[in-house]
């Protein structure tokens, strides 16, 4: 009897593993069909055009400028030689030893086109975070239009605690100074991918532009500028309608000229 029912626990439980398993696959091929496979994500990939590759006399005139505080900067595109109806914007920044930076996208509609922008960050609550010792850095501007083009150029950032009176660019071939610019707080000096207007000269420097967070032209009294090159020209300066062309003096490798504050300027060919 014991022998009898042994045989058969031995067909019927090998029979039951099976048949539970095929339910359990069943069920589980079932669940796997009901439940469509999620849709594969795709990213949308930024197309850039390679920086700086057209000439100068057609990138576009950009200014920047600090706030009364020192906190925010203003991104202005001033003129625009080469037709365009946007652009993205890439502001990189070092603060301290860290490297921070922002973006975003301006319509060219309507020129000049100002964005303000915050160094820091803002929480969702509402609480700004305010980066300090800021020295300068990088903006890059891609336009878009019937042909995109993209230039990118440095700036330097000066928080004046010093009192100091003269100031150079980042790439250290610009200088200005001016006894009165110790009362200034922030200054910054920008290498402008472009100039505004035209001119018949031949270029040999990039276009430099000084900003502060008060009106430069306040100062009355002349200012010097230095702009280094391996060869003697003439530095010009824009006044916000023409380009003025300063006596320019030649030692050492650097052309100098002295006047009126400029909201632009330039070295050219003699």
């Not at 009362?183 to 990039?206: A, C, H, R, T, W």
């Not at 010097?224 to 003439?234: F, K, M, V």
């Not at 062309?245 to 003699?270: H, K």
């Amino acid at each position: 009897m014991k022998e009898t029912l042994k045989k058969k626990l031995f067909v019927i439980i090998p029979l039951a593993i099976v048949l539970i398993g095929g339910i359990t696959f069943a069920i589980i091929k079932n669940k796997q069909n009901a439940a469509p496979a999620p849709a594969p994500t795709t990213t949308k990939k930024k197309i850039s055009s390679p920086v700086n590759l057209i000439p100068v006399s057609e990138r576009p005139y950009v200014r920047l400028e600090p706030s009364s505080d020192g906190h925010y900067i203003s991104i202005t595109i001033q003129e625009v030689k080469k037709t365009a109806t946007n652009l993205e914007y890439e502001m990189e920044y070092q603060t301290g030893s860290m490297l921070q930076g922002f973006g975003g996208a301006l319509s060219l509609s309507k020129l000049p086109v100002i964005e303000k922008k915050l160094f820091g960050s803002q929480s969702a609550g509402g609480a700004i975070t305010y980066h300090e010792d800021i020295k300068g850095g990088n903006l890059e501007l891609q336009f878009a239009g019937s042909e995109n083009y993209a230039v990118k150029s440095a700036w330097r950032y000066f928080t004046n605690t010093a009192k100091e009176s003269k100031f150079s660019s980042q790439d250290a071939k610009f200088s200005i100074s001016n006894a009165d610019l110790s009362k200034y707080s922030y200054i910054v000096i920008y290498n402008s991918p472009g100039f505004p207007g035209k001119l018949k000269q031949e270029l040999l420097s990039d276009p430099y532009v000084v900003s502060s967070d008060r009106d430069l032209k306040a100062i009355s009294s002349s200012f010097e500028i230095g702009i280094r090159h391996n060869g003697a020209g003439t530095i010009m300066g824009y006044d916000g309608q023409e380009w003025q062309e300063l006596e320019t003096s030649f030692a050492d490798g650097i052309n100098t000229a002295s006047g009126p504050l400029m909201d632009v300027y330039v070295l050219v060919q003699q």
